[in-house]
């Protein structure tokens, strides 16, 4: 009897805690709409998920967070988990009608990557790279800002930067030179930069890291890393396409956080949540995350908290 009473406390005890999943209760397939950010590590974390799962199978597609968004809105594509570059995509476009809540996950940066071909590699710094982007000869891409984070998150930062090195037009200026190498998400860049189409790009930091791409670290008041500078990033702003058509929103700068939900549409609810818990424990996808230059932010504050699975809570906190 004492034997049976301390394996109930034994298997009480593991189901209790929430990062851990029995294998066989997961199976069938988890498709996963994501950031191209993210393509690298979730590639990662999704093989060290099956290996850890092997009846499960998962289906990824990469695009531009805002886009990956409007799938599920706009087209009723299904998908289990919705990864974004930007929680406040998930916050805007799909709380509360296709999703209830939304947890923080990963901080990233923005860069200005290029090549040893790139026109200007030897000369540019934190200091002049600005002034050399602006160059007749020098070819920039960035990102399509109704697309993709990273391309509004690239205006914001032409913004900051034009009050931080006082140049007054700056952002006007290089926003409107090279506008035929915007592309739908910031990993479409990549092979136009590999090719020397373009000599420059603006891209996050775990893009460059990842694909082993030169860059150029930016001022902190520009870059959008630190939580501690919030309030300087919100006096950039961009105007972006709304969740209706012809409708817009005023998107503010601030720190650049990474969220990620499952959409009400699941077809695999248990294996999505079991798949989230595994993307936020630290000692697992956090620390996929992290070696792909995605430092981890939970437990970060959610307005969305009480919609949050038990499971999941310990990642986030109340606002």
Known sequence: MKVHALLVVALAAVFMQPHLVVGAEIAGDITIFHAGSLAVPFQEIAEAFMETHPRIRIYREAAGSRVSARKISDLGRRCDVMASADYVVIDTLLIPDHASWNIKFAANEMVIAYTDASRYAAEITPDNWHAILLRSDVAYGRSDPNADPCGYRAVLTTILAEAFYDVPGFSERILAKDRRFMRPKETDLLALLETGTIDYVFIYRSVALQHGLRYITLPDEINMKRE??????????????????????????????????????????DAALAFVAFLLHPEQGGAILERNGQPGVAPAASATYDYIPDMLKQYAMRP
Do not use: C, F, Q
Request: no cysteine; proline share 12%; aromatic share 4%.
């Open 228 to 269: 501690d500078l919030a309030e300087h990033y919100a006096r950039a702003s961009v105007e972006i396409s709304g969740a209706a058509p012809g409708e817009t929103i005023t998107h503010i700068g601030e720190p650049m956080v990474y969220g990620v939900t499952i959409p009400h549409n699941a077809p695999n609810p």
